[in-house]
């Protein structure tokens, strides 16, 4: 059974970082796109970032362009979202998916994997 543990979520200030990690398990996703996406309250799911499946490829969302990076590691299939210069704004539960394609993509449909979900507040 394919699994996607989300971690590293919480509480910051504006302008603080975080460091969010997703763990996949019970298939290897090497081979596939990961992507971020975060829903807040009363508002859709929307694409954050993906990243093809050697890395080579980003690709993000304009609201999060230059202060957030995503990055993968293989050979711990694992994937992160490098937070920075965090807003208000960016207050949502994120959510990783893994797609069943190499290609990274950015519509929720491509995803065929989804965690669970962290909570990542931002006071202003």
């Known amino acids: 059974q394919a699994q996607l543990v989300e971690s590293g979520g919480g509480l910051v200030q504006a302008g603080g970082s975080l460091r969010l990690s997703c763990a996949a398990s019970?298939?290897?996703?090497?081979?596939?796109?990961m992507g971020w996406f975060r829903q807040a309250p009363g508002k859709e799911r929307e694409f954050v970032a993906t990243?093809?499946?050697?890395?080579?490829?980003?690709y993000y969302a304009d609201s999060v362009k230059g202060r957030f990076t995503i990055s993968r590691d293989n050979a711990r299939n694992t994937v992160y979202l490098q937070m920075n210069s965090l807003k208000p704004e960016d207050t949502a539960v994120y959510y990783c998916?893994?797609?069943?394609?190499?290609?990274?993509?950015?519509?929720?449909?491509?995803?065929?994997?989804w965690g669970q979900g962290t909570q990542v507040t931002v006071s202003s």
């Open positions: 998916a893994a797609s069943t394609s190499p290609s990274a993509w950015v519509t929720k449909a491509s995803y065929a994997y």
């Open positions: 990243i093809n499946w050697s890395g080579g490829g980003a």
């Open positions: 019970g298939r290897t996703f090497s081979s596939y796109a």
